[in-house]
């Protein structure tokens, strides 16, 4: 019984360390991207009030009930993602459910709230919601492709389908896996672009083109929420490939330092890149992202 | 080139039809050896068995006589086909037509020749069974006659219905001696009437029974043949 | 009497009666087309037990029905979904022209389904099989002359596996002379090698068909849209699965029995691959819901083919999982479909939308079959998912598991296309009349949704009767016990329990849509989906804010390529070919007697010429 | 002994001769004569099966000569079998055409049922003799009552047909006189068993020369490509029942008597294989000219060509089972065909071309003929659970027995191009809008029962082979039996 | 008769019987008029059975009929069997013959021509 009560408790912990450090990023962003710019930009903290703003306002329509539970799909998702991914090693306080063959189900269960959302936005009846969401959804099917394909060679190659295996791996080892397994980690990490949506691959919301895209008739909290579901996402996304390709993190700090480090990649790519139109993009990622998840599959089955 | 196609294949088909029969020969036995041939038993027992001197006779009435039972029954078929082809409902049916009539030549020549056709006719299948000759030949005969009658009179006309019925009775006839052949001998066409004085008019059995009975109806067939086709209304002569 | 030779007379009679029974009463024929499809399906599980048989003699031939678990197994998916399928039908019905023909074809459809799975010998099999193939074809045609050549196509394609079949069942006969089927299994492993290959060649060609594999899947859009939706669900759900059947004991009881078995199962699994990418793709490009859920059929069989093809354990159990969880949810979708076509009397995404409040049950049915469709969990897809994708990482089908993945997340595409199309979006005016279907049609599709829900939460509840069924086959089972609490094993020996995640899935969701969505909705007041911020502007009256057009125009500029080579034309200019074969063929009887004539003398000629050769 | 066989020839004769008599004391007469001289045949051929199935066969001599010296009849189970189904079949198709009502108000009555008898007649005979000159006669007698039956309908093109027909006739006539007499010029017989016995002593030129001949010339009835021009004209243009008379009667008659004489008469082994070519040659041809067919005559006519093949291929396997498939499909292809030209019949009846698109929706004027005729198209493609099914797996199996695998995936092939004609007949009865012009006209009753027999027979063979495989069993080994054939004939008392 | 002018009849008839054929058949082939096929066709019948016919005769044989001469010589008899065919033969072809006839004035009455070219009503 009290390891339930440690359980949920430590979930809550997680969950806000989650929230906290997702915001923080997005913030940051934000900043590095402005100061790139020329700018001075808001404050990294900036996210944190405009999630307090919107959490404390309160909406007064709604166009059905798919409406409200787009938030509550997506929010399911971003948190059954951060249950299965383990934050730290080896630590009770951020437990996980992690089980053989989390990798796939974390493949599924992270497109669960996009459709989710899609769906919710699709009751509004907002036409450029329908567009952002068919936008988003090809789009995945664009970098899911790279995306699998290094996750296939790392399971093939350590025989198992299970996070917490393949950072022992790597424990054991001594060698993280973006050097061990470097192809993976480069189609991981061009997908990954895809995954965060910054630019170029951001004409899913498209802001300039789509008035806001697919959250475009939420409003207060449940903007608030998919705004949160979000952070925990991006979140949730880091620590997997800090998990996976870099071995994991004994404590909080390496972690940060290490998502960090992660976050800059797309931070940064998108700051030199102009936006692609969808079809482009699919076939970006079906080009050069797809030729190196077929030269780590390769290399897992050759080079055991 | 379609001419000529059948040229070829007609070629080869007669060279192989006349080397094959010109290898059988003509003129002398060419049954293989060690086999005794079928026509040795007819000859033999037609005198033995049957009493009558025509074998041809005694082989299309009696060893075979089942196919000329099909035989008659072609004929009457023939007709019966014939009336069905040129079926006319009855408002069609018109006057036979002519192009020009006999002179009276032919028509006083004919009536005086018709008798004596007939009776020819006659004599020819009643003795079918001892000389040359038989129902088919006879009957016939017979029809010429009527051929001719038709031909030299315009008006001269033939009872479908008397036709009708002499053909009918004879293939009664014929049908109904194989079966009383059946009933009395064990077997169809089984002749089963005494045979009689070899070379006599009434000998063989039912032979000259059934050569009569063809007689009639080969007689009665071809004109009813004559007339149906003659009635025709020919349409180049309106 | 044998209660197995009881269930078909009840079929067979109940079927004919039915067809009768037209005349006299409409509602009489309703009721006598429910109990024909009920009272047998309800006799089959309570008189039958396993192993019980019956055997005949026909023509010399023995034939032997008799019913093990395997057959159980896929009798609980036609059985159960028929008996949906004719509750929902004979509210679907109401109205429409020839229901004799309907209600016919369709009993004789159940009970040909039900011989399949009880036939033990390969005549009967053969002759239910057909059977199945002709009273589908009839519903396949039912809609009138437009449907004709959709129709022929798909009996030319049927005819052409049933064939193959046939020839197959004649090889088998003449090497053990006997039809039985456990014969042939006893007999393959030492026959000759050309007949190893060729006998599961044949069948598979046969099953194939069914089942809508790839070169061979052309018909099924057609005529998976095209027959009435009330059969459609069977047609797609329970009839395709009758492949999956014969392909299951190919696999198990011949392939796997020899050393070559390898190619067939590389050939085959890239095969199914094949026709999920192409299902999938062609799925999303429809914007006729009954074509998208047709080639999202040829997709999703796609999977169970190449799950059964991998041939391990896990896989197979994959593949009849799917197959199961396939029969509901495009049992359920297929009916929506039809529900929302008697509502609206269309089916096109071009042309409804905005019905999810005039039809909220319907939306719940395919809310839930396409989140199941979609293999997201907890609903049943993701189990047979995740085994697919377990036993094809861990039995080195490195390419095929990225293939398939490929389909499965391009099929997000379409199921949401599908939700959004009928449901979401703009509520127009057009539609404002609509009103939900009758309950009759309702409740069906809401019991397979819930199954799906409880199948996918609890999937030991499925997975030890295919254990069981497995075992029928031949198969020993290598970890029994696990099956209560639905333990997995995958192929490096990792157990894997998932039932726990989907309860915390569950508790989850549960958790954010009461505290969150429920309470938010209560407080806030519900607005047309004319009132909305179009661009920052309030959209005008006539204002055209539906978007259904080109759905996914971006993803068919990229996959365009792909698209272009259709496997349709192929079959189209061989047909045509053919036809102009045959043309040419017929002028042979010129009409000309003498020609007639001229042939009767050449035919002498050759062949007096050939004989003369032959005697030299 | 029950009766005689050769009551099966000399009953319906002496009936012709009497009927234009009886017609002139009661025109009704000449329908009914013929109906109840083909009720007597039937019982008598049944009761004389059962005896001859129990008994060995009967052989029936003629005038009292012994079978070398005359002309004999063999009434064994696989003639006994072929006679009772036409015998069978001519009673359906008299029945049928009873009130016909074209033939009874426009036509001569009077010929038609007489030409009708005489057709069912002649196959009988042709089956039933033992000679082949006699067998000769029978095929005359047969071709003059087709070409009287082809021109039946003047209205029509039917002239043109016959005209065909008697151009490969007299063709046909001529080849198989040559063929007789040079058997004859070489043995000195005319017996069948009398000719079996000898024909080792013949040289190998003549035999392949004669058998040559009469292939042709049975080939032209039997319908085997190239010889078989005729068939569909005459099919089209015949009256519909006597299409189902020529399909099941007559072709079944002359493929007896082609099988009879590669079977009983010559020893060429190469025959079998000439079978096996020729029917596979007749059937692709016929089933590929079928399926571009604009008129539902014609398309059944070469569909009736392409089973004579398959037929024929059957009986070129030169084994029992091969035998006994080919039985089944005559069978089967005789109660089939008959069936669908019977009720295709009435589904185009004030149709004069007979197009295709003439029956289109009659299904809702005439549901039970429709469905007669949909189960009929069912069954000729081989669908179980119909008749034909098994007649198929039969072919099949035996031809998998010998291992001609080609064979099997052509005739499957085959079977798809069939199918796909008959369904969009089918299709277009039962799922399209009646033609505007076309008036559906009601089956007479006693159309309607026999097409309902028919189609019972159909269900009954499907559902419960057994009925009649036994007898085709026995048929089938029967053929094969060829010393045993020579015994009993030439020691018939 | 001597030996060599014997052979040239055996020739001679058979000859003359297949040649008669012959033209008979390529009347019926190639001829376009429907009456001059049914001529050629019974000319056809006429050579056939002109062939059966001397395939029964033997070299000084005599009609096989038993006057009181022949009485004890039977082998000295031609073989009366293709003569009683023939008799068959012809009666049948005459039937045939007629019955074609008919269908010519039914051809000629329904098309209005006798050209066999022009009578395609059915064909295909």
């Excluded at chain 4, 067919?293 to 093949?309: C, F, P, T």
């Excluded at chain 4, 291992?403 to 004609?421: C, G, N, Q, R, T």
């Excluded at chain 5, 000319?43 to 022949?70: H, M, R």
Aim: glycine share 8%; net charge positive.
């Amino acid at each position: 019984m009290e390891s339930v009560l440690y359980n949920i408790l430590g979930a809550v912990a997680t969950f806000l360390l989650a929230f906290v450090v997702g915001m923080i990023y997005g913030g940051l962003n934000r900043k590095i991207t402005a100061r790139v710019q020329n700018r001075k930009g808001p404050p990294f903290y900036q996210n944190f009030i405009d999630a307090m703003k919107l959490a404390s306002k309160r909406s007064a329509i709604h166009h059905g009930i798919m409406q409200h539970f787009g938030p509550a799909f997506i929010m399911v998702s971003s948190v059954m993602s951060l249950m299965v991914v383990p934050v730290l090693t080896h630590n009770q306080w951020f437990p996980n459910l992690n089980f053989h063959g989390d990798l796939i189900f974390l493949l599924y269960i992270m497109v669960f709230g996009p459709l989710g959302m899609a769906l919710g936005a699709g009751q509004t009846g907002n036409p450029n919601s329908a567009i952002g969401v068919t936008r988003g959804l090809s789009l995945m099917t664009g970098f899911e492709i790279p995306w699998v394909m290094a996750l296939v060679a790392l399971m093939i190659q350590y025989h198992t389908t299970s996070i917490v295996d393949l950072m022992n791996v790597q424990i054991q080892s001594g060698t993280w896996l973006m050097f061990s397994s470097p192809f993976a980690f480069i189609a991981a990490v061009m997908a990954m672009l895809g995954m965060f949506r910054y630019s170029p691959f951001d004409i899913v919301g498209a802001p300039a083109e789509l008035a806001s895209g697919p959250i475009s008739e939420n409003g207060g909290k449940y903007l608030f929420v998919m705004m949160s579901a979000g952070s925990v996402f991006a979140f949730v996304k880091l620590t997997l490939y800090v998990d996976l390709f870099m071995g994991g993190a004994d404590n909080l700090v390496i972690l940060l330092v290490k998502t960090f480090v992660l976050y800059l990649i797309p931070v940064l790519y998108s700051l030199t890149t102009v936006r692609y139109r969808t079809e482009h993009a699919i076939r970006w990622f079906w080009g050069w992202p797809s030729f190196f998840g077929l030269l780590a599959i390769l290399q897992a089955v050759f080079f055991k | 080139m379609k001419k000529l196609l059948v040229i070829v294949l007609l070629a080869v088909l007669g060279f192989y039809t006349a080397s094959t029969f010109f290898d059988i020969g003509f003129g002398s036995p060419h049954f293989v050896k060690g086999i005794d041939p079928v026509k040795d038993i007819y000859i033999n027992q037609t005198v033995k068995s049957l009493n009558v001197p025509n074998a041809v006779t005694s082989i299309v009435v009696n060893f075979r006589g089942f196919d000329t039972l099909g035989e008659v029954t072609v004929l009457f078929l023939a007709v019966t086909v014939l009336g069905s082809v040129l079926y006319k409902k009855r408002h069609e049916v018109g006057e036979r037509s002519v192009l020009f009539s006999a002179s009276s030549v032919v028509t006083s020549g004919a009536k005086l020749i018709f008798p004596a056709i007939i009776l020819l006719g006659a004599y020819v299948f009643i003795h079918g069974h001892l000389s040359p000759g038989g129902g088919f030949q006879g009957g016939v005969i017979i029809a010429t006659g009527f051929l001719l009658m038709l031909l030299s009179y315009e008006s001269y006309s033939v009872s479908h219905k008397a036709l009708s019925i002499v053909e009918s009775l004879a293939g009664i006839t014929f049908a109904g001696v194989g079966l009383l052949g059946l009933l009395h001998g064990g077997s169809f066409l089984h002749n089963f009437l005494p045979t009689g004085v070899m070379n006599s008019l009434f000998s063989g059995g039912i032979i000259p029974i059934i050569y009569i009975a063809v007689g009639f109806k080969v007689a009665a067939e071809l004109t009813g043949v004559i007339y149906t086709v003659l009635n025709e209304k020919g349409e180049g002569n309106e | 009497m044998n209660p197995v030779l009881n269930i078909f007379i009840l079929f067979l009679g109940g079927a004919i009666l039915t067809y009768f029974a037209g005349r006299i009463n409409k509602v009489l024929q309703s009721l006598l087309f429910l109990a024909s499809v009920l009272v047998p399906a309800f006799l089959f599980y309570t008189q039958l037990s396993i192993g019980q048989s019956a055997t005949f003699s026909v023509d010399g031939i023995t034939l032997n029905w008799s019913l093990n678990y395997f057959g159980w197994l896929f009798s609980l998916i036609v059985l159960g979904l028929g008996a949906m399928a004719a509750i929902y039908a004979v509210s679907y019905m109401k109205g429409k022209q020839r229901l004799g023909t309907f209600y016919f074809n369709f009993i004789l459809s159940i009970m040909s389904m039900t011989g399949i799975l009880l036939s033990q010998d390969l005549i009967s099999f053969f002759i239910f099989w057909e059977i199945m193939t002709w009273s589908s074809y009839l519903m396949t045609i039912y809609n009138g002359n437009k449907v004709q050549s959709i129709g022929i196509k798909y009996f030319v394609f049927s005819a052409i596996g049933a064939y193959a079949m046939l020839m197959a069942i004649v090889m088998v006969h003449s090497i053990t002379g006997s039809f039985l089927i456990k014969d042939l299994i006893n007999a393959y492993p030492t026959m000759q090698l050309g007949m190893q290959i060729w006998i599961p060649v044949l069948l598979l060609t046969g099953f194939a068909v069914k089942a809508a594999m790839m070169p061979l899947h052309v018909w099924a859009p057609g005529a998976y849209s095209n027959s009435p939706m009330a059969y459609t669900s069977v047609f797609s759900g329970a009839l395709s699965k009758m492949g999956v059947y014969g392909m299951t004991i190919v696999f198990v009881t011949l392939i796997n029995k020899i050393p070559q078995g390898i190619w067939f199962r590389e050939v085959i699994a890239w095969m199914g691959g094949i026709t999920a990418v192409i299902g999938t793709l062609w799925a999303i490009k429809q914007d006729d819901a009954k074509k998208l859920l047709a080639y999202s059929s040829v997709a999703q069989l796609g999977y169970i083919i190449t799950g059964i093809a991998i041939g391990t354990e896990l896989a197979l159990l994959a593949g009849l999982f799917l197959a199961v969880m396939h029969a509901l949810f495009k049992g359920t979708l297929f009916m929506v479909v039809g529900a929302v076509e008697k509502q609206t009397g269309t089916t096109n995404f071009t042309e409804v939308s905005g019905l999810i409040r005039k039809m909220p049950w319907t939306f719940f049915a395919a809310l839930l079959s396409i989140i199941a469709l979609a293999g997201i969990p907890p609903l049943g897809g993701f189990v047979g998912k995740w085994m697919l994708y377990e036993s094809l990482i861990t039995s080195n089908h490195y390419l095929l598991v990225i293939v398939i993945f490929f389909s499965s997340t391009a099929a997000f595409l379409y199921c949401y296309k599908f939700l959004f199309g009928f449901f979401l979006g703009q509520e127009e005016k057009e539609w404002s009349h609509v009103k939900e279907a009758p309950a009759a049609m309702v409740v069906p599709m809401v019991i397979l949704s819930l199954l799906m829900f409880v199948l996918g939460t609890f999937p030991g509840i499925l997975l030890s009767p295919i254990n069981n069924g497995l075992q029928a086959l031949g198969y020993t089972d290598s970890y029994k016990n696990l099956w209560e609490t639905s333990v997995i094993l995958n192929g490096w020996g990792n157990h894997v329990v998932l039932q726990p995640i989907l309860y915390y899935i569950i508790a989850i969701f549960l958790f954010f849509v009461v505290f969150l969505t429920l309470k938010g909705y209560k407080n806030t007041r519900y607005v047309t989906t004319k009132d909305i911020s179009s661009s920052g502007e309030i959209p005008k009256e006539d204002e055209n804010l539906t978007f259904s057009e080109n759905f996914y125009q971006p993803f068919f500029r990229a996959v365009e390529p792909v698209m272009r080579r259709q496997i349709d034309k192929f079959y189209k200019n061989l047909g045509e070919g053919l036809e102009a074969l045959f043309e040419f063929m017929r002028r042979i009887y010129t009409g000309n007697g003498q020609t007639y004539a001229i042939y009767v003398i050449a035919f002498v000629v050759i062949m007096l010429l050939f004989g003369n050769y032959l005697l030299k | 002994m029950v009766g005689s066989p050769v009551l099966f020839i000399a009953i319906p004769l002496l009936a012709a001769f009497l009927i234009p008599l009886l017609g002139m004391i009661w025109k009704e007469s000449v329908r009914i004569v013929p109906g109840l001289v083909l009720a007597y045949l039937l019982v008598l051929s049944v009761s004389l099966l059962q005896h001859v199935l129990a008994f060995g066969p009967i052989i029936e001599i003629i005038a009292g000569w012994k079978p070398p010296i005359g002309i004999n009849l063999v009434f064994s189970p696989f003639s006994g079998f072929l006679v009772t189904l036409m015998l069978f079949l001519g009673l359906l198709v008299w029945a049928y055409s009873y009130r016909f009502k074209r033939n009874v108000e426009y036509e001569p009555a009077l010929k038609y049922f007489l030409m009708l008898m005489m057709l069912i007649t002649g196959s009988v005979g042709m089956t039933l003799t033992g000679d082949i000159f006699n067998m000769f006669v029978f095929i005359e007698i047969t071709s003059i009552s087709a070409y009287g039956l082809t021109s039946y309908y003047k209205e029509r093109n039917s002239a043109e047909a016959s005209f065909k027909y008697i151009l490969l006739g007299s063709l046909a006539s001529t080849f198989l006189l040559l063929a007789i007499m040079i058997i004859y010029s070489q043995l000195g017989t005319l017996n069948m068993a009398d000719i079996a016995t000898k024909m080792h002593l013949m040289k190998p030129g003549y035999k392949v020369a004669s058998l040559i001949f009469f292939i042709t010339a049975l080939g032209i009835e039997a319908e085997i490509f190239p010889l078989n021009g005729w068939a569909p004209d005459a099919y089209a243009e015949a009256p519909g029942p006597v299409g189902a008379a020529f399909a099941g009667i007559v072709v079944k008659a002359a493929v007896y008597a082609v099988i009879r004489v590669i079977y009983t008469l010559f020893d060429l082994p190469g025959a079998y294989q000439f079978l096996i070519v020729i029917g596979i040659i007749t059937m692709v041809i016929a089933e590929t000219a079928a399926i571009r067919q604009e008129k539902l005559k014609r398309m059944l006519a070469y569909s009736s060509i392409g089973q004579m093949g398959l037929v024929l291929i059957a009986f070129g396997f030169g084994t029992k089972e091969g035998i006994y498939a080919a039985l089944f499909i005559m069978f089967n292809h005789a109660i089939i065909k008959s069936l669908l030209f019977f009720s295709g019949s009435y589904l185009a009846y004030n149709s004069t071309e007979k197009n295709i698109a003439d029956v289109s929706g009659m299904a809702k004027h005439l549901p039970l003929t429709s469905l007669l005729f949909a189960l009929g198209a069912f069954a000729i493609i081989g669908l179980p659970p119909f008749a034909g099914f098994w007649s198929k797996l039969a072919v099949l199996t035996a031809a998998a027995d010998s291992s001609l695998w080609l064979i099997i995936a052509l005739v499957l092939a085959v079977s798809v191009v069939e199918l796909v004609y008959y369904l969009r007949v089918v299709n277009r009865v039962y799922f399209f809008k009646k033609e505007e012009d076309m008036e559906p006209q009601k089956p007479t009753v006693n159309a309607m029962i026999v097409m309902l027999i028919l189609g019972a027979i159909i269900l009954l063979v499907g559902f419960y082979p057994d009925s009649v495989t036994g007898l085709l069993h026995k048929a089938s080994s029967d053929l094969m039996d060829k010393s045993q054939y020579i015994q009993h004939v030439l020691s018939a008392r | 008769m001597n030996e060599s002018l014997f052979s040239l009849l055996n020739y001679g008839v058979y000859g003359t019987a297949v040649i008669l054929m012959l033209i008979g058949l390529y009347g019926a082939l190639i001829k376009k008029s429907l009456l001059k096929i049914v001529i050629g066709l019974s000319v056809v019948d006429s050579g056939l059975n002109l062939l059966i016919v001397a395939l029964g005769y033997y070299k000084g044989g005599t009609a096989p009929i038993f006057s009181p001469a022949y009485l004890a010589h039977p082998q000295l008899m031609v073989d009366p069997v293709p003569q009683a065919l023939v008799l068959t033969a012809i009666v049948i072809g005459f039937g045939v013959t007629a019955v074609a006839l008919a269908l010519v004035i039914r051809l000629y009455r329904h098309h209005g021509t006798l050209n066999i070219d022009q009578i395609k009503n059915l064909k295909w």
